[in-house]
């Protein structure tokens, strides 16, 4: 079963007083490639978050944004400090001789005198995070998997043309070797034979959609082997058309080729 490269799923919930917020992007791409934003302070948890996206997800471009919202910040004032501050302008006032009066603004303007408490990233803290990315991904794979499910019908649609044109290939191969043995010469007949045989093209041809299948019908079925498996029916297809003389036959060719196009383009859009 192929499953989707795009999607977006969020998952929050709250730790103590802390409002955690989990997003997760999936784009089309070659590759797997991970990318995690998060807040200042939580960049310890970015190879957790990659490595519980990357053993679930094969190939895609995933942004995962990691938000907090402080439901009940708690504000701590430094008054030492806010002290040693006022006690300093006090000296700069009467040094320079300045009239301006020290104000409350002024003061806690400065650097460490108010702070807000942040998170700390405690074991809890890590659990909590990592069932968010549980949650998170479980949504994502569910509309991926909705996804591979359109995927996979388009592409089974064009593996039953290329079987069904095949075998028409099969037949009409047929008709034609026994309407040449009737109007050629045994040695003619013997180098038509030997320059239009396709027997084997057909038969790899029949083992890759065969193969093709089993491999959609897979669990977790891989774009990129399905890729290659339609490549190899395209290169039998190739040599179909070269030994070809019959416009009938390069007719179910060109078929075979626009199914295999359409497959391999949709599996770019599939894990």
């Given at each position: 079963m192929l499953r989707g490269m795009t999607g977006f799923a969020h998952a929050k919930g709250c730790y103590k007083n802390v409002e955690i917020n989990l997003e997760m992007r999936s784009l089309n791409h070659r590759f797997f490639e991970c990318?995690?934003?998060l807040p200042e302070g939580l960049g310890v948890l970015e190879d957790m978050i990659k490595d519980e996206v990357r053993a679930k997800i094969n190939r895609a471009r995933l942004t995962v944004v990691l938000s907090i919202n402080n439901?009940?910040?708690?504000?701590?004032?430094?008054?030492?400090?806010?002290?040693?501050?006022?006690?300093?302008?006090?000296?700069?006032?009467q040094k320079l001789k300045l009239e301006n009066n020290i104000t409350l603004s002024q003061v806690t303007a400065m650097q460490g005198i108010l702070t807000v408490e942040k998170v700390e990233v405690t074991p809890e803290f890590t659990r909590?995070?990592?069932?968010?990315?549980?949650?998170?991904?479980?949504?994502?794979?569910?509309?991926?998997?909705?996804?591979g499910e359109v995927l996979n019908n388009d592409v089974s649609k064009h593996i039953k043309t290329i079987q069904k044109e095949s075998e028409n290939i099969s037949t009409l191969t047929k008709a034609s070797i026994k309407e040449k043995a009737k109007r050629l010469t045994d040695d003619e007949y013997g180098v038509f034979l030997k320059s239009t045989d396709i027997s084997e093209e057909l038969t790899r041809i029949n083992y890759h959609v065969k193969n093709f299948r089993a491999i959609l019908s897979k669990a977790a079925s891989g774009a990129k082997e399905l890729d290659f498996v339609s490549q190899e029916i395209q290169r039998e297809a190739n040599t179909i058309s070269a030994k070809a003389q019959d416009a009938r036959v390069s007719s179910s060719v060109i078929k075979i080729k626009s199914a295999i196009d359409k497959i391999r383009e949709q599996l770019q859009n599939a894990e």
């Amino acid at each position: 079963m192929l499953r989707g490269m795009t999607g977006f799923a969020h998952a929050k919930g709250c730790y103590k007083n802390v409002e955690i917020n989990l997003e997760m992007r999936s784009l089309n791409h070659r590759f797997f490639e991970c990318a995690a934003h998060l807040p200042e302070g939580l960049g310890v948890l970015e190879d957790m978050i990659k490595d519980e996206v990357r053993a679930k997800i094969n190939r895609a471009r995933l942004t995962v944004v990691l938000s907090i919202n402080n439901l009940k910040p708690i504000v701590t004032v430094n008054y030492d400090l806010a002290q040693n501050y006022a006690r300093a302008l006090k000296n700069l006032n009467q040094k320079l001789k300045l009239e301006n009066n020290i104000t409350l603004s002024q003061v806690t303007a400065m650097q460490g005198i108010l702070t807000v408490e942040k998170v700390e990233v405690t074991p809890e803290f890590t659990r909590f995070v990592k069932g968010l990315t549980h949650k998170a991904l479980a949504k994502l794979l569910s509309i991926k998997d909705k996804e591979g499910e359109v995927l996979n019908n388009d592409v089974s649609k064009h593996i039953k043309t290329i079987q069904k044109e095949s075998e028409n290939i099969s037949t009409l191969t047929k008709a034609s070797i026994k309407e040449k043995a009737k109007r050629l010469t045994d040695d003619e007949y013997g180098v038509f034979l030997k320059s239009t045989d396709i027997s084997e093209e057909l038969t790899r041809i029949n083992y890759h959609v065969k193969n093709f299948r089993a491999i959609l019908s897979k669990a977790a079925s891989g774009a990129k082997e399905l890729d290659f498996v339609s490549q190899e029916i395209q290169r039998e297809a190739n040599t179909i058309s070269a030994k070809a003389q019959d416009a009938r036959v390069s007719s179910s060719v060109i078929k075979i080729k626009s199914a295999i196009d359409k497959i391999r383009e949709q599996l770019q859009n599939a894990e």
